[in-house]
């Protein structure tokens, strides 16, 4: 058995979208009082604490905050797991000597999802029906397949989407031919395979960067706290929202299509971004003066 995602839009009502809102910033304010609470406790007790012990904790926090009632309780459960799993991740980096990366607080405007791990929500009818929300509109796009595990809200911007982890049959897929294939990263070009083909590089940044250009002057001119500026502010993550989704969508394709060909794929082992890097300058022996610098690309 597999996992595989299905991700829809979703057309919430006025009402509804104040909810969904509502919810996040809730789940955001559990998420840094649970981290808060096991860093007080380590810094004077020494000891940390665990998931079971904050969870136990749930009925308590609705009895003083009520709002809390009008959540789905394995929504807020998740919120602790997801504390639990950052600290976890941190434990991790800091055993294998990596950067640790202490888990930090996190915004209203960074927060952005939330989760029933196992019940609460089910699909009916072109709609999806949340616990303590009530039926949203979602794009129904493609056929769910195998059984739905966990339903994600997440929103993105202005729009909402619904993740859907499904557990299904793994199918194995059988590549058109059986020969390897090499794939060379690189700066003008995004890819050059062994077999002389060329992946060419559609460069989706730097034809927005007009409007984006223009989207960042209007924004640096609008007063702080403004109406005025969140609706820049809005429109600024919509371009590089679509910029993104061009360039996922690109590189989706061509994975798939290389997947789908060849049987074995071999990268070379080496960072992009030094390719770009500007070029370390070098002096002339005799004269001491610095060389001009060739820019010119060599095949």
């Not at 070029?279 to 005799?286: G, L, N, T, V, W």
Request: glycine share 6%.
């Amino acid at each position: 058995m597999a996992l595989k995602t299905f991700k829809f839009r979703l057309y919430p009502t006025k009402n509804q979208r104040e909810k969904l809102d509502w919810t996040l910033a809730r789940c955001c304010e559990l998420y840094n009082a649970a981290l808060q609470e096991r860093r007080e406790m380590y810094k004077y007790t020494g000891k940390g604490t665990n998931y079971n012990a904050q969870a136990n904790q749930l009925p308590q926090i609705k009895e003083i905050r009520e709002e809390y009632k009008d959540i789905h309780s394995q929504v807020l459960q998740d919120v602790l797991k997801r504390v639990e799993k950052a600290f976890k991740d941190f434990f991790r980096r800091v055993n294998n000597h990596e950067t640790p990366g202490f888990p930090r607080f996190q915004g209203r405007n960074h927060y952005d999802s939330f989760t029933y791990p196992q019940a609460g929500f089910s699909l009916k009818n072109g709609r999806i029906e949340l616990s303590k929300i009530g039926h949203v509109k979602l794009k129904l796009h493609r056929e769910v397949l195998g059984t739905v595990k966990t339903c994600t809200i997440k929103r993105e911007g202005q729009c909402w989407y619904v993740c859907l982890a499904c557990e299904v049959q793994a199918c194995p897929r059988t590549p058109y031919i059986d020969d390897a294939v090499g794939i060379d990263l690189g700066v003008s070009k995004l890819a050059t395979l062994s077999t002389g083909d060329v992946i060419e590089n559609p460069r989706h940044s730097r034809k927005a960067e007009k409007k984006l250009a223009k989207a960042q002057q209007g924004l640096s001119r609008k007063k702080r706290g403004s109406k005025r500026r969140k609706k820049v502010i809005q429109r600024v993550a919509k371009l590089h929202r679509k910029v993104r989704n061009q360039r996922q969508d690109y590189l989706h394709q061509w994975s798939r299509r290389l997947v789908n060909t060849y049987e074995t794929i071999v990268f070379e082992d080496i960072a992009p971004s030094n390719l770009s890097k500007r070029a370390k300058p070098k002096q002339d022996a005799e004269t001491g003066k610095y060389l001009p610098i060739d820019l010119s690309i060599k095949t």
